[in-house]
C-alpha cells in the first residue's frame, strides 16, 4: 500500500474547501489588523483594554467552535452516508446549544464588564476603557454565534464558499465604521474604542443576515428550514452529547487556557499586552493555512470514514501528516519574514516593540508545531470521534505543563518575556509529538454514526 494518496481528486477536494477558508479566515484576521491598527492610535492603554476586553469574545468563539466542531463530526460521517434528515436535527441542537451559550456571555459583557475586567489586570484606567468596549460589544454576542455556526456547520459539507462573502462584507463595514466612529469622521461623534465596539456590532449583523438568509434560502443540499428547531430525539442528543461533549470541553479547557495566558501577560504590564495583541495578529495572519488545511481534514477524513472504506481514511490521514508539516514550514518562514513589516505599522513604545520582536522570533518555531499539532487533532483525531484523546492532551500540556510554567516563570520568578511567552506556548511542541503516534496508530478510526 503506498503510503501518501496520489490522486489528483483528492488534492482538488483539499483545495476546494482549505483556500475559502483560509480566504475566510484572512479577511478575519484583516478586521482583527485593522482594529488593532486604528485603536492602537488612541494609546497603549486603550489598545491592551480592548485586547483584554476581546478575551470574553474569544471565549464565546472557543464555545461555538466546539459546539460547531462536535456536530461537524457527526455532520461529515452522515454526509458521507447521504443522510440529511439526521444532518438537519444535529443542526438544530447545534443552533439551540449555540445560542444558550451566547445569551450567557451577553450577561457578563453587559452587566459585569468591570468584574471580567478585574481578572485580567489591576490597572484601573484599563479596566475602564475595557468596560465601556463590553457594555456594547455584548450586544453582538448572539448574532455572532448563530451566524459563525452556520458557518462552520456548512464546511462539514465541504460548502465554504459562503463565509468569503459573509466575512468579506464584515471586513468592509466593520472597518469603514471604525473609521468614522473611532475618530469623529464625516461629522460623526468621536466615540474612540466604544466607536470600535458600535462598528464591530453592526458588522456582525451582516454577517448574521447574510448566513441565515443562506441556510433558509439558497444552501439547496442539507436544506434545512425554521421547522427543524421543532422536533426533538432522545437518541440522538445521546449520541450527539457522547460525540460533542468532549470536543466542546476541550476547547473550553483550550479557551480558559488561553485566558490564565492572558492573566499572566496583563499582569506582566501594558507593554507585554499591547506586544502579545500585535503577535496575535501575526499569528492569526500566517494560520490561516493551517485552518483551512485542518478543516479539510476534519471533513475529506470524516466523509471518507462515513462511507465505510477505511483503508483510504488510513491513506488520507497519513497524507495529512505529510501536509503538516509542509504547512508548518510555510508558518514558519512567513512569520520570521513578516514580523518586521508588521511592526513597522505600530507607533508605539520601545519597551513594547523590543518585547513583540522577542516573541515573534519564538513565535516563529513555536508556530511549526502549532500548525502539525492542529491538523493532526482538530482535523484527523475529531474526524474519526477521537476528541476525548484530544481533550485529555489539551488538560496534561496546556493545564499542566505552560500554563503553571507561565504562572511561575511570569508571576513569581518575574523572567523576561521572551522566556515566559516559550513556556506560555511550549504546550504546542508537547501536542505535537503525542498526536503523530496517536494518528499512525490508527486507534482513534471509528464510525460514530
Known amino acids: 500500500m503506498q503510503i501518501f494518496v496520489k490522486d489528483r481528486a483528492f488534492y482538488r477536494a483539499l483545495l476546494v474547501i482549505a483556500i475559502p477558508i483560509a480566504l475566510q479566515n484572512l479577511i478575519t484576521v484583516a478586521v482583527s489588523m485593522m482594529d488593532t491598527l486604528m485603536i492602537g492610535q488612541l494609546g497603549e492603554v486603550q489598545l491592551s483594554a480592548t485586547s483584554i476586553a476581546n478575551q470574553l469574545w474569544f471565549m464565546l468563539m472557543v464555545v461555538c467552535f466546539g459546539v460547531a466542531g462536535g456536530a461537524n463530526v457527526m455532520l461529515a460521517q452522515y454526509w458521507g452516508k447521504g443522510d440529511t434528515a439526521v444532518m438537519r436535527r444535529v443542526m438544530a441542537m447545534t443552533y439551540k446549544l449555540g445560542l444558550l451559550a451566547s445569551l450567557v456571555f451577553s450577561a457578563v459583557a453587559l452587566l459585569l464588564p468591570e468584574q471580567f475586567m478585574g481578572i485580567f489586570t489591576v490597572e484601573k484606567d484599563v479596566i475602564l476603557y475595557g468596560a465601556q468596549y463590553l457594555r456594547v460589544i455584548g450586544w453582538s454576542y448572539p448574532l455572532y454565534a448563530l451566524g459563525n455556526i452556520t458557518i462552520m456547520m456548512l464546511r462539514s ?76 430525539n432522545r437518541d440522538l442528543y445521546q449520541k450527539f452529547a457522547a460525540i460533542s461533549l468532549p470536543v466542546i470541553g476541550n476547547e473550553l479547557m483550550w479557551g480558559l487556557g488561553s485566558s490564565a495566558v492572558s492573566v499572566v501577560i496583563g499582569r506582566m504590564g501594558t507593554s507585554f499586552v499591547a506586544a502579545n495583541s500585535i503577535y496575535n495578529v501575526l499569528n492569526q495572519f500566517v494560520s490561516v493555512a493551517i485552518f483551512g488545511v485542518g478543516n479539510a481534514a476534519l471533513t475529506i477524513v470524516g466523509n471518507t470514514i462515513g462511507s465505510g472504506d477505511e483503508k483510504l ?88 505543563v505552560a500554563v503553571p510554567l507561565g504562572f511561575v516563570t511570569g508571576l513569581v520568578l518575574h523572567w523576561p518575556a521572551t522566556l515566559v511567552f516559550l513556556f506560555l506556548k511550549c504546550d504546542e511542541i508537547l501536542k505535537s509529538v503525542v498526536s503523530f503516534f496517536r494518528v499512525t496508530s490508527f486507534r482513534w478510526l471509528r464510525d460514530v454514526t
Open 157 to 232: 459539507i465541504g460548502d465554504v464558499n459562503i463565509s468569503v462573502v459573509v466575512y468579506l462584507t464584515s471586513l468592509v463595514v466593520n472597518t469603514s465604521l471604525n473609521y468614522v466612529l473611532i475618530f469623529g469622521k464625516f461629522g460623526a461623534p468621536r466615540l474612540e474604542v466604544r466607536g470600535g465596539a458600535m462598528a464591530t456590532v453592526v458588522a456582525r449583523c451582516f454577517e448574521f443576515a447574510i448566513a441565515v438568509l443562506y441556510i433558509l434560502r439558497r444552501e439547496g443540499r442539507i436544506k434545512f428550514r425554521l421547522k427543524d428547531l421543532g422536533p426533538s
Open 313 to 400: 481514511a488510513k491513506q488520507r490521514s497519513v497524507t495529512f501528516l505529510g501536509l503538516g508539516v509542509l504547512v508548518g514550514l510555510f508558518c514558519t518562514v512567513a512569520t520570521l519574514g513578516l514580523g518586521p513589516l508588521v511592526l513597522s505599522l505600530y507607533n508605539l513604545s520601545d519597551a513594547t516593540i523590543q518585547i513583540a520582536r522577542g516573541i515573534t522570533y519564538v513565535g516563529g518555531g513555536v508556530v511549526f508545531f502549532q500548525a502539525f499539532a492542529n491538523i493532526c487533532m482538530m482535523g484527523v483525531l475529531r474526524a474519526g470521534g477521537d476528541a476525548r484523546f484530544v481533550l485529555v492532551c489539551e488538560m496534561i500540556f496546556l493545564w499542566g
